[in-house]
């Protein structure tokens, strides 16, 4: 099974997303869904995909959780929950017990929007992942450079967790890169408790300066890092329409990838997927 660890639904006109604020996002600010996305997985020879949460709301979980019971192709959702809320164990419960349900894989919160660089080491933060973690549900690291030593001090504090890093923690590619974001992914990859998602690299090189060959160090890098195992592929569609079409990230995915080895790329393209959100199949 080919599958996209990370994309996106979302209708602008029916919700806020604050972060989508800005002209040079106006080419996304409408609504996107799985008749969209459905055409595209078919072009691109992807079996099956994983819906990631856009904005923090259990009401954005619990209609993505209504598209996965009535759209076989999503396979998981990975959505947003309260982590300080003390009562985050009975919502969990709550959303697993609706119609789709039983397709919630993990959990996400915009960490690099909070103010405080340590907002995962806050008690009742790490008391909401101590709930997640008990429903053997996964987390999303969705962080910068700035946020990853709270982010591995949180791997560490849960070693029979799993965790999966959004993006490859967002490397600063238009910048050239720094080796201060390379050694904290050889920092957070020595927890073997943690993925990656090769996913939104695109959208932080020059979105219309960009190809496989800039991208390169940067995939070679998590992959020396992570290994062929921790690594997962995820289009983050479509937040990458921003840099290029579907198809073209996922060729330039593919390219890096299958680079590193064809048991790199195979491997990305599913397998690690499966095992990182325990996915059924």
Known sequence: MIIDAHQHFWDPAHACYPWMNGPELAPIRR?????????????NGIDASIVVQCRSSVAETEEFLAVAHATPSVIGVVGWADLTDA??????????ALPGGAKLVGIRHQVHDEADPDWLLRADVQRGLAA?????????F???????PAAIATAKAFPQARFVLDHSAKPPIADGGSAEWAD?????????????????LATEAK???????????????????????RLIFGSDWPVC??????????SAL????????????EKAFGVNAKAAYRLAG
Request: proline share 4%.
């Open 31 to 43: 609504p996107f869904g799985p008749a969209d996305l459905a055409p595209l997985l078919e072009a």
């Open 184 to 200: 904290r992914i050889a920092a957070v990859a020595a927890c073997g408790n943690v993925w990656c998602k090769v996913s939104g």
């Open 142 to 148: 969705l962080v910068r450079t700035r946020e990853l």
């Open 87 to 96: 009562k985050l164990g009975d919502t969990l419960d709550r959303l697993r």
């Open 241 to 250: 329409l921003l840099a290029g079409s579907y198809g073209e990230i996922k």
């Open 132 to 140: 997640l973690f008990a429903r053997d549900l996964a987390y999303d």
């Open 207 to 229: 979105w219309s300066d960009w190809d496989a060959e800039r991208l390169f160090p940067f995939v070679r890098h998590v992959a020396n890092c992570f290994g062929e195992n």
């Open 254 to 265: 593919e390219t890096c990838l299958a680079k590193l080895g064809a048991s790199v790329r």
